[in-house]
């Protein structure tokens, strides 16, 4: 296990993966059981799975196809999207979810972190904050795809979550997503001065030394990327990979 957790993040559309950029512009980049049979095969430290439209569409989980990925994926593996209410959680860690992560339910109803807490444990409970800049408003959460802005802080939102009682947060930025152009450093530093608990940073990984300033400038726990682990070539031609374990943690050493 490396010291920090390097973390493949999928995002479902239906029931395809797709790569995004900056939120928009949808590719399909292929069957989530194919790449989760590939990232088993490089032993990654866990998955996060988020489908990108549940909060939108005003769905559920798709429990069937949560099921299909959980019977064959052998790392640790955390689900987001649609998730609001204990019902859909309890389910969930039956399927065999490790972790739950929450989005648009954690802003909109607060008390279901502390509840989920309450009866799953912290440990068990990620909040997502995605984050963009407005101009004349500097950096606000977004919710429902990062389509609704709202009027708080990534720092104000991510010390509440961590009052309520949320073990991780995954620090998003909607500018940086699919840009393969480096990490919000400043972002993901305000959020990692301002709590106690692990952060991931998201939104931007291009190569290993967008790792390394992330952990080494930032201070974060875990990184986390899409695009890297699944475009290559400045065509941006679908290919999922990870680089080799030995370059990560020379990289991150």
């Not at 928009?24 to 799975?49: H, R, W």
């Not at 955390?78 to 389910?91: C, E, P, S, V």
């Not at 648009?104 to 799953?120: G, R, Y």
Request: proline letters at 4%; charged letters at 25%.
């Amino acid at each position: 296990m490396l010291r920090t957790r390097v973390i493949p993040v999928l995002l479902l559309r239906g029931s395809g993966l797709y790569k995004s950029l900056r939120f928009k512009k949808p590719k399909y980049v292929g069957d989530p059981l194919v790449a989760l049979k590939i990232f088993n095969e490089k032993e990654v430290d866990e998955i996060v799975v988020l489908d990108t439209l549940a909060s939108i569409e005003k769905r559920g989980p798709n429990f069937d196809l949560i099921e299909d990925m959980a019977s064959e994926c052998f790392m640790p593996l955390a689900y987001g999207g649609g998730i609001t209410n204990l019902d859909d959680m309890r389910r969930l860690f039956y399927l065999g979810m490790e972790k739950v992560v929450l989005n648009t339910s954690a802003i909109l109803d607060p008390k279901l972190i502390s509840d989920a807490v309450n009866e799953f444990g912290s440990q068990s409970i990620v909040v997502c904050i995605d984050v963009a800049n407005k101009f004349m408003r500097g950096k606000v959460v977004c919710i429902e795809g990062g389509r609704r802005p709202m009027k708080k802080s990534p720092v104000e939102v991510a010390r509440r979550v961590e009052e309520l009682g949320a073990g991780e947060l995954i620090i998003n930025s909607i500018d940086r997503d699919g840009t393969m152009s480096g990490y919000d450093l400043q972002l993901l530093k305000s959020v990692v001065d301002s709590v106690d608990v692990p952060v991931v940073s998201l939104g931007g990984a291009g190569n290993l030394s967008h790792f390394r300033d992330a952990v080494n400038v930032s201070g974060v726990s875990a990184v986390a990327a899409g695009s890297m682990f699944v475009f290559q070539g400045p065509h941006r031609a679908v290919l999922i990979n990870m680089p080799e374990r030995e370059l990560i943690e020379q990289a991150l050493s």
